[in-house]
């Protein structure tokens, strides 16, 4: 299975400024016969279902903010906030989907400080 | 697209369960559900997928021959089935659809199995 890897594991934050998260793949996780990354990411609020706000490597899901962007290539991939909330609060998970079966990093959790 | 699971469950070791999820305000047979266990405290696991149009089911080997995937158009409805509970299936399932990335969710259901 790909491995995936996640740094930090927590993330204090101050509302308003920045905030980056690192995944690193095991492998790489651009499918070349379509050119496509298959890198996503999920944000798990406190006592809620994870729900999808980056598909693809940097295709935003409908209704997230444009503050919440997603980048890399191949093997190292990142998500960064552009100016943190108070509702960003939870833990993060990136996911693959080039190979069976699908696998998450260990989520990074995200708390205001 | 709307996933709305079955409620929380508590079961004693060895015994069986069936899980449900059911999808509305989508084409219900052209995607892919996607099982994901939570235990708790800790974090997601893909378990396997199953396409309601045809019944086709993957598993991810770490839960192949330990869960049954199915799912049943006519009603619209996806199911998880473990069998042989033991206390380490106390976790949270979520079931979820797959387009592109898996960007429905289901409430979760709560299962816990205990003497």
């Known amino acids: 299975d790909i491995v995936l890897t996640q740094t930090p594991l927590s993330l204090p934050v101050t509302p308003g400024e920045a905030a980056s998260i690192s995944c690193r793949s095991s492998q790489s996780l651009l499918d070349a016969n379509d050119g496509y990354t298959y890198l996503d990411w999920y944000l798990q609020r406190p006592g809620q279902s994870p729900h999808l706000l980056i598909y693809t490597l940097s295709h935003r899901a409908p209704g997230v903010p444009d503050r919440f962007s997603g980048s890399g290539s191949r093997t190292n991939f990142t998500l960064k906030i552009r100016r943190v909330e108070a509702e960003d609060v939870g833990t993060y998970y990136c996911m693959q989907r080039l190979d069976f079966p699908s696998t998450f990093g260990p989520g990074t959790k995200v708390e205001i400080k | 697209a709307l996933l709305v699971q079955s409620g929380a469950e508590v079961k004693k070791p060895g015994e069986s369960l069936k899980l449900s999820c059911k999808g509305s305000?989508?084409?219900?047979?052209?995607?892919?559900i996607a099982w994901v266990r939570q235990m708790p405290g800790k974090g997601l696991e893909w378990m396997g997928m199953v396409y309601p149009g045809d019944s086709d089911t993957r598993y991810s080997p770490s839960f192949q021959g330990q869960v049954t995937l199915s799912a049943d158009m006519s009603i619209t409805t996806a199911y998880l089935q473990l069998n042989s509970l033991k206390a380490s299936d106390t976790a949270i399932y979520y079931c979820?659809?797959?387009?592109?990335?898996?960007?429905?969710w289901g409430q979760g259901t709560l299962v816990t199995v205990s003497s």
């Open positions: 979820a659809r797959k387009s592109g990335g898996l960007d429905s």
């Open positions: 305000g989508y084409s219900f047979s052209d995607y892919w």
